[in-house]
């Protein structure tokens, strides 16, 4: 077994993660690993204060497609890239600034497999993957939107199969 | 559990249970996440579920309506025509926002 | 002191590297960490059978040039990126195989500067600051040379000064 | 410690003591990685010191003359005909290879 897919309210240890994918082969050279933490401003909601502290997040989830789902984009990546190992771990519940939502984590050959392959998990985890984000700061709270630029990194890879 | 007649059709084949899921705004909108409806009728689709949803939840409804928000049976993407059987759950699904 | 780095025969951790960027600033949402590991086998030395498996690497540099060096790197990655912190660790001596050679990591606020950046800082470090590697295996020892695919990746920083 | 005289120039200024380091497979080469040299006159330069290593150390100084080889005085890229001075650290470094 060496992808690991979960959505979970429990926090994850990045060093434990990374040693699984440095010791999945002997050829794995490289490891790339991407966290994604609650910052404590949230500039893109429009009801809310850019400059107001946030309090929390709130993640829910699609249980079952959403897992279904993160699989796919990680069959999608191996169609492109030769990967070792992958993890994906996405938090859901109510989390607090500096608290981590998302871990992706890549064992390859070469850094630049591993570097494009968490990219692009991301980008895809982001605008495909069934999460919903709900920010509560200055007394309000919102949903967010999908970023244009998230649809735009999504775009790019369409355009570029080369590795 | 809540009746739902689409429109004056007449019902063809066996009446069947909906599961309908609303996610991010939409179940705000909705007053709850999930919520079960009783299909009198066999031509049920994720539209005319939308349509009948107006009648009570305008605002919901609306936001229904908007391009981006997708709808899915039994966690697959479908049209908004797609035909609906007895057990399907239909979820509505906005924008997401993980990550 | 938001920056590190490091030249060291001692291993380090990713846990504790992670904590120290994680911890920058409360804005810190996206942190990126690149491991390098030695693998089992090296296709690019010449003299020795790409399937020997490897004994070690011995890992040499110039003192004082490469911190420099390093240090100017770093700052060339922050005239194209906001980047809260930068950490680079590279061991030298003798090394075995699966044993970690190289760190990377990176927080930012967002997930596109972190990648792109601990991507420049590696391409950099790889064919600009003065590291020399020698493998031993199958009975030889060879001192490795530059990959083309390394001066590629570099050049291809060149042409594009977006973020 | 080795005198070093360049060719059949005449002296001029004070000799001075300039500090030779060879790198990844030039120090295999040269026997030794770092090896302190007596410049015996004033106008030495990479290239005169890479012109003197031929006499004594053939594979080396052809070595030397690879076009990726470069050089550095007291940590900095510099020309092969970058003047040195008493106290000059000359290091001549290989293609990197390292992360």
Redesign the interface.
Known sequence: MTDLVCVQTDDF???GE?RRL??IS????????????????ESSASDIDPDAPINNLT????P??TE?LLADIIAQAKTRWTLYGVTVI?RIGTLA??DQ??FVGVAT?H??Q??DA??FL?DY??????????VTADGKEQ????KG?DND?VAEWGKSRDD | MVNLAFGKQTTQGLPGVIDLLFFGRLGDLAGEVDRSVSCIESRATPLAIREWLALDHQSLAKELCEPQVLVSVNKMIVKWDQPLFDGDEVAFLPPVTGG
């Open positions: 240890d990045l060093a990374y440095r010791d002997s050829r794995v050279g490289a490891v790339v690993t991407f966290c994604g933490l609650v910052r404590d401003f993640l829910q989830h699609y079952g497609m279904a996405h600034p500096n939502i998302v050959e850094r630049k591993a570097f968490a990219q991301m985890l982001k605008t495909q993957a069934t999460f919903w984000k709900k949903w967010l939107d999908t630029s990194a």
